[in-house]
């Protein structure tokens, strides 16, 4: 089955920018979905559709996606968003396939 | 405001089917309701995809899963049923059902930690 990518982790300063990408052959031809998953809850959706952000998301969330790789930003980081941070996509109208999460630290 | 909430066995042996229900509000499964879909993450693991059912009892399931899974529902009940066959130790996960929406998991139930051991 086609498979995503993620780093296993990322640190950002506490004010500064993070990036968290996620790459695969099929992510060029598809729409990407960000889930942030904080210790001992269930995941939340922050971006759809590559950089659509639903109600209530801060706007320091972006998502992007360009040839084979999505990038969820996020601004101004704050201890808050520290997190697992997981992609989805749908690689065909059977499957769907997640990115294996990266853990955001905050320093 | 959608909610969605696992009910079901904590623990169960190996050989031994899973039966979940995610009982659900805030919308039906009817024309323009969208589907409930069924996420599993093992403990430290990533999330996995195990299926989807859509108002018109249209049901995809993830091939890794195809053969021992079951996705059901009950319309008038607002309820999901999720059926796993010959469960292992492996199986052990959390289990959440999701509200699908034009390809993305807007909602999410609270998870269920269903343990397989013998």
Known sequence: SS????????SVALGQTASITCGGDTIGT??????QQRP????????????KRPSGIPERFSGSSSGNTATLTISRAQPGDEADYHCQVWVSTTEVV???GTKLTVL | QITLKESGPTQLKPTQTLTLTCTFSGFSLTPGGGGVGWVRQPPEK???W?????WDEDKRYSPSFRSRLTITKDT???????SVT???TVDTATYYCVHVDVGTFDSWGQGMLVSVSS
């Not at chain 1, 498979?3 to 990322?10: F, I, K």
């Open chain 2, 86 to 88: 010959d469960m292992d």
């Open chain 1, 40 to 51: 001992g809850q269930a995941p939340v959706l922050v971006i759809y559709r590559d950089d």
């Open chain 2, 46 to 48: 990533a999330l996995e």
């Open chain 2, 76 to 82: 008038s009940k607002n309820q999901v049923v999720l």
């Open chain 1, 3 to 10: 498979e995503v990518t993620q780093p296993v982790s990322v």
């Open chain 2, 50 to 54: 195990l299926g989807v059912i859509y």
């Open chain 1, 98 to 100: 997640f990115g294996g």
């Open chain 1, 30 to 35: 598809k729409r990407v979905h960000w889930y």
